[in-house]
T-cell receptor, first 114, second 112 residues
Framework: GAVVSQHPSWVICKSGTSVKIECRSLDFQATTMFWYRQFPKQSLMLMATSNEGSKATYEQGVEKDKFLINHASLTLSTLTVTSAHPEDSSFYIC??????????FGPGTRLTVT | AQSVAQPEDQVNVAEGNPLTVKCTYSVSGNPYLFWYVQYPNRGLQFLLKYITGDNLVKGSYGFEAEFNKSQTSFHLKKPSALVSDSALYFCAVRPYGQNFVFGPGTRLSVLP
């Protein structure tokens, strides 16, 4: 089946620094990828839809200047958390949309901001 | 508004007993229905989905789910629970061409 990877799997950074998370579709092309955020013991919250070659579409309440999304190729989308603060600590999960209209989820990235 | 409800935050079941994790939904049209499982610090693992056809869907690891259109439910079931089934389970719906709507999740604990 289709595989989606995320890198890094976990990261610890200091408050005020920026962190980049990569999402890759390993064996298929994805014009659309999605970024979710999950707080402890809660469900996934869609943050934004990443479209190859165009600007991302952000959900209401998500700061586009804080969560920068770049979908530079058909197999890679990146989420950069800028000027991270402790409240940005969370589990970030991406998914990629295949041509079959199936969505495949990555393993997630645990971000801890100290 | 589209929504998915999982009425139980926690389900406890003894190993070897049957388990049921409930899900009801409120969406327009005929959405695709999914169940995912999540282990600690891991992403979502696909269990099964319903698109059309037989109301009983069989999935991975011995799980199955029954679609009930009149009750707008899609309960997850397994005849005999294993301790290793203990995890967080998410029901999700996805109208064709649209994004997922996830339920809040149900934590399943299978006691030895």
């Amino acid at each position: 089946g289709a595989v989606v990877s995320q890198h890094p799997s976990w990261v610890i950074c200091k408050s005020g620094t920026s962190v980049k998370i990569e999402c890759r579709s390993l064996d298929f092309q994805a014009t659309t990828m999605f970024w979710y955020r999950q707080f402890p013991k809660q469900s996934l919250m869609l943050m934004a839809t990443s479209n190859e070659g165009s600007k991302a579409t952000y959900e209401q309440g998500v700061e586009k200047d804080k969560f920068l999304i770049n979908h530079a190729s058909l197999t890679l989308s990146t989420l950069t958390v800028t000027s991270a603060h402790p409240e940005d600590s969370s589990f970030y999960i991406c998914s990629a949309l295949a041509e079959s209209d199936e969505q495949y989820f990555g393993p997630g990235t645990r971000l801890t901001v100290t | 508004a589209q929504s998915v409800a999982q009425p139980e935050d926690q389900v406890n079941v003894a190993e070897g007993n049957p388990l049921t994790v409930k899900c009801t939904y409120s969406v327009s049209g005929n959405p695709y229905l999914f169940w995912y499982v999540q282990y600690p610090n891991r992403g979502l693992q696909f269990l099964l989905k319903y698109i059309t056809g037989d109301n009983l869907v069989k999935g991975s690891y011995g799980f199955e789910a029954e679609f009930n259109k009149s009750q707008t439910s899609f309960h997850l079931k397994k005849p005999s629970a294993l301790v290793s089934d203990s995890a967080l389970y998410f029901c999700a719906v996805r109208p064709y061409g649209q994004n997922f709507v996830f339920g809040p999740g149900t934590r399943l604990s299978v006691l030895p």
